[in-house]
C-alpha cells in the first residue's frame, strides 16, 4: 500500500522535527504524500515543498486549527487551501496571537500556583514557531516542576487543570466560511469519543468536508465509526499519526499510522481549487 500521512507537526508550532527533517524522515518511511498540520500557522509549508520536491514526496497545505464548538476548544484540520490567500493568511496571523494572550494568561496562574516561569522562557522554548501549550511543559520539565509533559498536561495545563486558560476562538462555521472560501477542505480532527452523535450531525449540517477517521487515539471500533459515518454522507476520511516527536512512541507510529494515498488524494479532487498545489513526479 502506498501510504500518506495527513497529519503532522513541526517546528513551526509544537513539534521537535524541522519541516526538512519531517521530509527526510517521511521518505525513509516510504511515505508518498503528507502535509504539515501545525497550529494555527502555515509557517512550515514551504520549506517542507521544497524538500518534497528534492526527495519526490508530495506535501499538500494543511493547519490544525482551533476552534470554538458549544463553548469548547475544538480542532479543525484544513487542507488544499491556498497557502497566498489573504483572508487566511490574516486568520492565521490573528490565531497566532490569541496563542501569545494564551500562554501568558496560563504563565500568570502558574505564577500564582508557586512556579517560577516567565513568558520569555516559553517563548525561547518556541523558537520561530507558534506557542502552544506543550511549550510551557517543556519549560515545567527542563525547570523540574513535572516529571514529563503528561504529567505537567494532567496536573496544571489540560482542558480542566488549575493553570488552563480558555481563549474565544472563531466558531467552527466561521473556520468553515474561511477555509472553504480560501479553496480548502475542511476535516473534524481526532473526534474520538469528545462528541455525541447528535454533535457530529451538527457537523455535517455546518458543511463540514469530512472525519479524520485514523488517529493514534482512535482504536478499531472508532476508527469503522468514523469510516461508516463519512460513507454514508459521501464525506472525505482523513487521517495520520499526530506526530510530533514529543511521546516515546511517534518515532515508532510515524509511517504506520497512515492512510491509503488512493483515500488522501480524494482531499485534492474534493477541492474546490487545488491548482496552486499540484506537483508532478
Known sequence: MKKSDLHIHTTASDG???????VELAQERELELISITDHDTIGGYEEAKTEGLKRGIEVIPGV???????????????????????????????????????????????????????????RAMAGKGVI????????????????????????????HAPAYYKCKYKSVEEIISIVHDAGGVVILAHPGTHYSDHDLHEFIEMGIDGFEYIHPSHNYLLQKKYERLADKYG???????????IRFDEKINFGVIAINTKIARRLLEFSDDSKHIHTTF
Open 16 to 22: 521537535k522535527l524541522t519541516p526538512k527533517q519531517i
Open 64 to 122: 490544525e486549527i482551533t476552534s470554538d464548538f458549544k463553548d469548547e476548544e475544538c480542532h479543525i484540520l484544513a487542507y488544499c487551501f491556498d497557502p497566498n490567500d489573504s483572508n487566511m493568511l490574516s486568520f492565521l496571523n490573528d490565531q497566532s496571537l490569541i496563542r501569545v494572550e494564551r500562554a501568558q494568561k496560563i504563565i500568570k496562574k502558574l505564577n500564582k500556583l508557586g512556579f517560577d516561569i516567565t513568558f520569555d522562557e516559553v
Open 132 to 159: 502552544a501549550r506543550p511549550h510551557i511543559a517543556a519549560v515545567l520539565v527542563e525547570k523540574g516542576y513535572v516529571a514529563n509533559y503528561r504529567e505537567a498536561f494532567i496536573r496544571y495545563l489540560g482542558n
Open 235 to 245: 464525506l472525505l476520511k482523513t487521517g495520520g499519526s499526530d506526530f510530533h516527536d
